[in-house]
């Protein structure tokens, strides 16, 4: 005979899920601003994939290129609005996934590893599975609490910035080194470099992510920082995969700095003593009143534990 306690037990855990999951009726416009980018990014990421699968290489490129820029804006945007939600969360690592381990693989394979055949299948699963691994991690240690200036370094090398730093091989062919090594050495090439880059994904290295750089800058630094800006944009339109080989290589040269900042900031944590123990004054002795001996004839009060 079947429990009669079970659907009603089951009915109910409904019931609190859905209170979960809908616990407002309205909903304020600015907790959907984000996932918008986050939409449109998901958008490009699939654009990217037909470009690739099309063998229009320069179309994907830009494709990843603006979703990786749409990811950076929606999480400050989330930010800025106090916007953050678990489905957020959840919905910028689905597309994450997509834009940056799928899109880049397909895009690899369809370039030049499709002629090694399974070889180069095997070489980009590795790359969108270590993309995988790298974000569920992430979403794993994203309610640690980490002092503040872990912030500022990721935990191997973010999804986004492996997507960009991955097609290096990309930009070298398109600025002429196919012809000068030949397109066999730079097809080797890449099948040892994207396995680096995918090992670089689910490593411990510390990384650079800007995130407390962002909040605040010195007054000083802020024409300098619009003319930085300008310049990149400039050559990025004029001279795209120049532009985008220096900005790569200037990325996987900030990695060894980025590593000794970080130990060099957990030394200091560790050697730093807490404030309370170097500042505050020793204790003094609590001083006790002597125990009279009772009076004769006198019981003594019993004793509260």
């Known amino acids: 005979m079947e429990d009669p306690v079970l659907p009603r037990l089951e009915k109910e855990h409904r019931r609190r899920r859905r209170q979960l999951i809908f ?38 490129i830009v494709a990843i290129a603006f979703a990786a820029l749409l990811d950076g804006v929606d999480g400050r945007a989330a930010r800025m609005l106090r916007a953050s939600s678990r489905f957020g969360a959840e919905l910028d690592s689905l597309a994450d996934f997509v834009n940056f381990g799928v899109a ?16 180069g299948w095997i070489v980009v699963m590795m790359f969108a599975l270590a993309s995988a691994l790298r974000l569920a991690r992430f979403n ?22 492996a997507a960009i730093v991955v097609l290096l091989p990309l930009y070298l062919e398109q600025i002429g080194a196919a012809t000068v090594v030949g397109k066999a050495p730079l097809i080797t090439f890449t099948v040892f470099y994207t396995v680096l880059i995918a090992g670089l ?10 995130k407390l750089l962002g909040e605040r800058i010195s007054r000083e630094w802020v024409l300098p920082l619009f003319v930085l800006v300008i310049a990149i944009v400039a050559l990025m339109v004029t001279y795209p995969y120049p532009t985008l080989t220096g900005i790569t290589l200037v990325y996987l040269a900030t990695i060894p700095y980025s590593v000794r900042r970080f130990l060099h900031h957990e030394t200091e944590g560790a050697t730093e003593l807490p404030k309370q123990v170097t500042g505050a004054p020793p204790a003094k002795p609590v001083e006790t009143a002597p125990v009279q001996p009772p009076l004769d004839g006198v019981e003594s009060p019993p004793t509260r534990h």
């Open 201 to 210: 994904m689910v490593s411990t290295i510390p990384t650079f992510s800007g």
């Open 104 to 119: 880049p693989a397909i895009l690899i394979f369809t370039w030049g590893l499709a002629d090694i055949r399974s070889l």
């Open 23 to 60: 616990r407002h009726r309205h909903i304020p416009l600015r907790m959907l601003v984000p996932n918008f980018f986050t939409l449109l990014g998901l958008c490009a990421g699939l654009t990217a994939i037909r470009m690739a699968i099309e063998g229009r290489f320069e179309l994907a």
């Open 140 to 161: 794993a240690a994203i309610d640690e609490e980490k002092p503040r200036w872990q912030a500022n370094y990721f935990t191997g090398m973010p999804a986004p910035a």
